[in-house]
């Protein structure tokens, strides 16, 4: 579904260029779930980006159901770890937003992608909030919001940049339980990025591990416990317990020093 | 309820007291001119500026009625000419280099000294006024629209880049709706600054407006006029500044809530 062959990504920085990402081989099966895991900086929202089309890589291919990536897709869906949704919106019509973008168009009418948007609602335990404003939600609540938004196409890939990263462990668990069971009933690949062991394990078919400075692909780990999975007591410990070190190890492992990745300033992103 | 929070939230006290608080102003005033025996034509008591009113309704208001149209068609032409101005401040660098100075300078212009030269080059007409208002209040909104434009979070505007949306798109549905609640901090302030400029160029080349009325009263010694004419002024600039927020109100509840 997702080919990257020798993908890499340089970046010109203030202090002359950096090089974000090198090297990158990777091949996610139809329907796979894949998290990506490493230190903030190496690379993992820029991997993600480029996969989205945001972004053209410098060197390498990337390409998505066979076709080279030009530009964002309709097929493609991308979720942020803020909920990024329009404060002037209710919640209803955030999650339409990607419909009205496409001015209505596409293979279904507008009335019934707006009972589709229902039913996510419903799916994630927002029905009852349809005309609320975002501000009026919990974290936890927005989010859902955001997730149902980058459903309401039916997305082939969704593409999740730490989405759950910002809200409590509480919330986190919760929301990371609920996209695996959404998940177990779509057709849909996934690419997940986190920076916990434990959500990795949770969600993951495979999970690939990225070194930083620059971001290479470092292991890449199968997790064949069977689904649906918990967080809690089961069966399977000693197996999650046994990927977490091997995943520990791979992330703790000494490497070049790892820099915070400087903030974006908001005024770098001008309107085209 | 504690006092506290009576004084904060009740509806009742956020009305009284700003009355309570003029009316004892007033009061103060009116005593002090009894008080010390203040002569009227150097403060005429609050009795004294409500009879120069009653003296001459009608000519007060038409007056104000002149002001108003000047400012509201000033401030107009100030959003219209200052919101594409700062659009194209935030689109490029290049122009927001070659025409920020610009604006600075324009800005910094003592706007009394100007008043003469605008009356010289577009005539006795209402034009100078409201090129006067222009003048005053464009560079707040200027400033606060590019503000605005430019606090677009950067995550909503790769939503919509994710989401394939056009640049018109990601203008109207995003950038635009995004800058308005600032746009507005703008607005209000520059209805405040429009008052005052239309004032300024009925000082010079008219026998018309507010501004006139002050600067022949002014002549003429006749202060209780004089007073009458700025308490127009102050409530029509307090009324202008009020439809904004309530305009404010009705457009932009998301943004009052989540302040
Ligand atoms: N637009 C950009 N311009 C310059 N450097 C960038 C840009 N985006 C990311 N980088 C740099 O690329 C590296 C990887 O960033 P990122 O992909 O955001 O890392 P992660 O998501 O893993 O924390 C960092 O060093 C970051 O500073
Ligand atoms: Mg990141």
């Not at chain 1, 929202?45 to 291919?61: E, K, N, Q, V």
């Not at chain 1, 507008?110 to 404003?133: C, N, S, V, W």
């Amino acid at each position: 579904m997702i080919r990257l062959d020798g993908v890499g990504q340089v970046f010109d920085g203030r202090e002359g260029q950096v090089t974000a990402l090198e090297e990158i081989d990777l091949h996610v099966q139809q329907n796979e779930f894949v998290t990506l895991i490493g230190r903030s900086g190496c690379g993992k929202s820029t991997l993600l980006r480029l996969i989205a089309g945001l972004i053209s890589p410098t060197s390498g291919t990337v390409r998505v159901a066979g076709d080279p990536v030009t530009g964002p897709r309709r097929d493609v869906s991308f979720m942020f770890q803020r909920p990024a949704l329009l404060p002037w919106r209710s919640v209803l019509s955030n999650v339409m937003l990607p419909i009205e973008i496409d001015g209505g168009e596409g293979d279904r009418g507008k009335a019934a992608y707006r009972d589709r948007a229902h039913q996510l609602l419903e799916l994630t335990g927002l029905t009852g909030f349809e005309r609320r404003l975002p501000h009026e939600l919990s974290g936890g609540m927005q989010q859902r919001v955001s997730l149902c938004r980058s459903l309401i196409r039916d997305p082939q890939v969704m593409l999740m940049d730490e989405p759950f990263s910002a809200l409590d462990a509480l919330t986190r668990t919760e929301l990371s339980e609920e996209l695996q069971r959404i998940k177990m009933e779509l057709d849909t690949t996934i690419v997940f990025v986190t920076h916990s062991i434990e959500e990795a394990v949770l969600l993951a078919d495979r999970v690939v591990v990225l070194t930083p400075r620059p971001g290479r692909l470092r292991e890449v780990v199968d997790i064949d416990i069977p689904r649906p999975r918990t967080l809690g007591q089961n069966a399977h410990l000693t197996e999650v317990a046994r990927i977490s070190g091997l995943l520990h190890g791979l992330l703790a492992e000494k490497v070049a020093p790892v820099e915070e990745p400087a903030p974006r300033q908001v005024d770098e992103v001008r309107p085209r | 309820m504690t006092k506290r929070s009576w004084l904060k939230d009740s509806p009742a006290a956020a009305v009284l007291l700003p009355i309570i608080g003029l009316a004892g102003a007033i009061a103060l005033w009116w005593l002090a001119t009894i008080v010390f025996g203040i002569e009227s034509y150097l403060l005429p008591s609050p009795r004294d500026v409500v009879i120069s009113f009653m003296d001459q309704p009608s000519y007060l208001l038409t007056e104000t009625g002149t002001s108003i149209l000047e400012t509201v068609e000033g401030f107009l032409l100030a959003i219209v000419v200052g919101v594409p101005i700062a659009l194209l401040i935030v689109r490029s660098v290049l122009l927001e280099r070659l025409v920020y100075p610009l604006l600075l300078m324009v800005n910094a212009i003592p706007k009394v000294a100007i008043a003469p030269l605008l009356v010289v080059w577009m005539g006795f007409g209402q034009w100078p006024k409201v090129v006067m208002v222009l003048l005053v209040c464009f560079f707040p909104i200027v400033i606060s629209t590019a503000q605005g434009m430019k606090s677009t979070p950067i995550e909503l505007v790769e939503l919509l880049r994710s989401l394939n949306a056009s640049r018109t798109q990601e203008f109207f549905k995003l950038r635009l709706r995004y800058a308005m609640p600032q746009m507005f901090t703008g607005l209000k302030v520059a209805i405040s600054l429009a008052v005052i400029g239309s004032v300024i160029a009925e000082f010079v080349g008219t026998t018309h407006g507010l501004g006139y009325v002050i600067y022949q009263s002014g002549a003429s010694a006749d202060t209780p006029l004089a007073f009458a004419a700025i308490t127009l002024l102050s409530i029509l600039s307090i009324v202008l500044f009020y439809i904004l927020v309530l305009l404010e109100h009705l457009l932009l509840p998301w943004a009052q809530e989540s302040r």
